[in-house]
DNA sequence: CGTCAACTTGATGCTATTCAACTTTGGTGG
DNA sequence: CCACCAAAGTTGAATAGCATCAAGTTGACG
């Protein structure tokens, strides 16, 4: 990898793989998401656009150099070093502990919550996004097969967890009954 | 937390767990790793000494002063962050793709890697060293259950890929046997 | 020698996978 | 404009793999 940058718009994923073929997603990198590993040589994962992608690139080298020199990007490299941590233990419960359905659901809100924070967009009233990301990636993502992706899809629907326009547009009528199913919970008991 | 510093001697756990009581392990502390979060007060996940712990503290007040003094920590600590990323990401194939018996391998592949570099041994003969966690431990590590490691914890000794004395210590006659297991698979295809 | 936590083992059921067929969608060229 | 095609997605039936529930067993320690 001879470039560092950030995705300004569209989706990539990072992705793992055993020789025999199963492929694990480790990232999602999103618009505002840093890409590459300065210090580092090995490009230890496949990164690969799901959509049109537009990103900011800058050399390694120089970049390298840069923050050698600027204490700041360093602890800003840091801080958001640490935020991608985060999300990848927070995306081991996932994968570890949660259902086909949690699992799912668990998806759509951060997508969701992502979107809504770049479209600024409140949490109230009902979300709506557009999925980048197909099937067999999603089953990726979330460890599990792309018919149970489409089976749990289908059946978030049914139970009326979400609407679907067609096979890729999502609408969150209630966003907290989606966090619910996501076993995320976050109210607990709001009121008394 | 008002520390932050870095495990020596003994083994701790970092957990995530749901209301439910479903529990997820997110990271494994081992001698040398680096405990805390410099420049964040949240505490988003457990820490649990699953042995006799010792562990080197800082006040974490002045060790983020002497970060932003010292710009070779800052770089020191991206670096050590980025490793925690690569192994959180590694086990995200582990939790998402791997079966029960790989996830096993792959924990004890782990395990004894580790102790090997860190006790100065080769990685030639065979291999030797005491689990630090019980198996409700790497229950949670793995995302199973703890009699599905009990069982193929046996399996794994019944197959001759690991042998116990006790229920602690383990012995592997053949490294590349067990990484073969685990499904890394490291040498592929070697004479011709 | 009794007790408790860690661990093992067995029987059963459920969830997600597998394999297979089918449908929908969007794009291409006749 | 429509027939055709490939890619994406859906659906069904059978099965495998792990979870669950329920007894046991072992080993360390008072």
Redesign the pocket.
Known sequence: MEFVGSVVRGVASLTQAMEDG?TQMVGLLLPSDFVGRPGRDSAAYDVVATTDLVMCCFRKKPFEDMMVRTPHIAQRLLEMTLDELDAAREWMLVLGR??????IASLLSIIARRDATLNLAGVEGPLEFD?P???????DY?????????????AL?RDGVID?V???HVIVPDFDRLSEEAGDDSDGGMLS
Do not use: P
């Open positions: 199963r949660k259902t086909a359905r949690e699992k999925l990301l197909t099937r067999e990636a999603m089953a979330l460890g599990l097969t792309l018919e149970t992706v489409s089976r749990q899809v289908n629907k679907l067609g096979k890729r």
